[in-house]
């Protein structure tokens, strides 16, 4: 999978080299560049943003180097996704549906948001979504769009070790996921549960899916039907 983001910061992606991700990179199974949107100004002072026709409060960010800069990456098969508080909310399927993509381009906006003639080329070029992270507002689309590669790339096949973890972790079932134990079977005067040291397996799926169930209800209600 390629994957570009287009910033005014693009020292914010310098995580995604770090770890996990950085590995899929070293080995291609990701392709990602983070793109400085001051290099498609042409003005001497590097312009980004602008105040709002109607009036109203902050800046909003101007057209044309979004313009230019989408022109420089997009291809034949490329979703853009512009990170929003306003936007459709971001979950596991989304991310499972995006992990099939060929080619994701994060436009990451600032200050008041973007001139929404920008989201409206995207659409005429490519298939676009506006996608929130939560109910709360970060400063720039940079921070959701790391999480949501992250969420997205480690679907990935080849990019985490373990594939058989994926199946079985919180929300991948729609519950949350059970407590989890190693060792020592005593710690601090407390100790794991006996079932999960008797060798039984049914008997710990059994207690793993009714601990999943209980702490969903009692902390996620909104996800049982
Ligand atoms: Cl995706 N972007 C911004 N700027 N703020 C957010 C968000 C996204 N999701 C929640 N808050």
């Not at 936007?87 to 995006?98: D, I, S, Y």
Request: proline letters at 5%; glycine letters at 8%.
């Amino acid at each position: 999978m390629r994957i570009d983001a287009i910033s005014i910061f693009p020292d914010f992606f310098q995580v995604l080299d770090i770890s996990l991700l950085g590995k899929a990179q070293e080995q291609s199974l990701i392709q990602f560049k983070a793109h400085d949107l001051r290099t498609f100004t042409e003005d001497k002072h590097r312009t980004v943003d602008d105040t709002p026709f109607g009036g109203g409060a902050g800046m909003l960010m101007k057209p044309e180097p979004w313009g230019l800069a989408l022109d420089s990456v997009l291809t034949e098969n490329s979703v853009v996704i512009f990170p929003s508080p306003a936007g459709v909310p971001f979950k596991q399927a989304t991310a499972r549906e995006l992990s099939s993509k060929e080619h994701l381009v994060f436009a990451c906006g600032r200050y008041e948001g973007i001139d929404q003639r920008v989201l409206d080329y995207a659409q005429s070029r490519a298939e676009v979504r506006e996608i929130s992270l939560g109910d709360y507002v970060l400063n720039g689309g940079e921070v959701a769009a790391v999480a949501m590669i992250e969420a997205i790339a480690r679907l990935i096949p080849g990019v985490i070790g373990n594939a058989l973890s994926l199946d079985e972790e919180s929300h991948s079932e729609g519950l949350l996921e059970y407590p989890s134990y190693t060792k020592p079977a005593s710690w601090r005067g407390m100790d794991v549960p006996d079932v999960l040291l008797s060798g039984n397996h049914a008997e710990i799926a059994k207690w793993r899916k009714e601990q999943a169930m209980e702490k969903t209800r009692r902390i996620r209600p909104d996800l049982i039907d």
